[in-house]
């Protein structure tokens, strides 16, 4: 059974920084695009960052862009989110997500083009 699990949430003040985890396990991803999405109360998700199956072509959201950086670790079966210079406006419930089809490319934006998602880790940003 493929589970995603998402590691490193918390509540930090604006201006700081926290770096999530997502941690495989089931089956290994190292050929496949994931990505994070993230869902604020009372909105839709959102695409924040996504890395291809090569670990290049990262991808980011406009809001997160210049700020957080993702990387991928295939090794370990695992993907990370680096988040700097955190805002209010980044709180939000963190998912992380894979893909099933390896070597697949493009419409990194699109949740439904990932069929494996984590429960979730809760990022909140205090002013």
């Known amino acids: 059974q493929v589970h995603l699990v998402e590691s490193g949430g918390g509540l930090v003040q604006a201006g700081e920084s926290l770096r999530l985890s997502c941690a495989a396990s089931?089956?290994?991803?190292?050929?496949?695009?994931m990505a994070w999405f993230r869902q604020a109360p009372g909105k839709e998700r959102e695409f924040v960052s996504s890395?291809?199956?090569?670990?290049?072509?990262?991808k980011y959201g406009d809001s997160v862009r210049g700020r957080f950086t993702i990387s991928r670790d295939n090794a370990k079966n695992a993907m990370y989110l680096q988040m700097n210079s955190l805002t209010p406006g980044d709180t939000a419930v963190y998912y992380c997500a894979a893909r099933d089809r390896p070597f697949l490319s493009g419409a990194y934006e699109a949740s439904s083009t990932y069929a494996y998602w984590g429960q979730g880790t809760q990022v909140t940003v205090s002013s």
């Open positions: 890395i291809s199956w090569s670990g290049t072509l990262p």
């Open positions: 089931g089956r290994t991803f190292g050929n496949h695009a």
